[in-house]
């Protein structure tokens, strides 16, 4: 009641609370879950075209708020990809990188994460360690969620996405493509979004995805629903850990 009493108007509170309806949050059960039943369809595919688990990679990269470390870990845990003979290796390795591939030759990269935006950040990711792959490798995003944007990234990049969840523009309120609000709705939406930051406000590239998972809020999400850095002037319903004070992580 407080996040939505900062905002007065009766109308504009109509329209907030229709807007957070088309939220979809992910608990971590949902991300484990989906994540296991992503790779053993995926594992049973490779199988059925003749690749065995000695000759898939599993990767996990770091950029900007990437949940990857943890996304592999908790698929390792759950489904034992090491001891089934598969790889696991650390993109910031770049040497482990080269020499794990080169051992095996031919095969398959399978990256892990949990939601990805425009896919550019992990486009600079896999950019550098390009030159660390050798041999010839299939290559996979394995992610729960993921925009239309990223989705088309990624496939000019020749990587295949499996996932459950893409965040289709024509389903983001607060984006242009969508028509599920009138416009003028939508307009005074981004309006109050662009106040708390006229950068910003509608996430990193203007995405206004609609998609949140248990460990973080993404930078792509509107700040009408996260709030203004450090929670002042604007709190949020769902703000990013980056955009709480201090005192509230320690």
């Not at 990256?111 to 950040?121: A, H, S």
Request: charged fraction near 20%; include cysteine.
């Amino acid at each position: 009641m407080t996040w939505i009493n900062q905002y007065p108007e009766i109308e504009d509170k109509k329209h907030i609370l229709a807007a957070l309806d088309r939220i979809t949050y992910l608990t971590e059960a949902d991300t484990r879950d989906t994540l296991v039943h992503l790779n053993n369809a995926l594992l049973k595919d490779l199988h059925e075209a003749g690749v065995p688990p000695e000759r898939i990679i599993y990767v996990q990269f770091h950029d900007a708020g990437s949940s990857s470390p943890v996304m592999l870990n908790l698929l390792r845990d759950a489904t034992q990809l090491d001891r089934r003979g598969c790889r696991l290796v650390d993109a910031n390795n770049q040497l482990e990188l080269y020499k794990v591939t080169n051992e095996i030759g031919e095969g398959v990269i399978v990256y892990v994460d949990d939601f990805v935006g425009t896919g550019n950040q992990f486009s600079e990711v896999r950019e550098g360690i390009s030159q660390q792959i050798v041999g010839t490798f299939t290559e996979y995003l394995l992610v729960v969620a993921i925009c239309e944007e990223g989705v088309h990234t990624l496939s000019k990049m020749g990587i295949e996405t499996i996932k459950r969840f893409v965040d289709l523009k024509a389903n983001r309120p607060l984006h242009p493509f969508c028509s599920r609000l009138s416009p003028a709705v939508r307009t005074r939406l981004e309006e109050l979004s662009l106040n708390i930051d006229p950068h910003l406000g509608l996430g990193y590239h203007q995405l206004a995805s609609m998609t949140v998972l248990y460990r973080n809020s993404p930078d792509t999400f509107p700040l009408l629903f996260r709030g203004s850095v450090n929670q002042q002037p604007n709190i949020g319903l769902l703000p990013r850990a980056q955009d709480l004070p201090i005192a509230e992580l320690v």
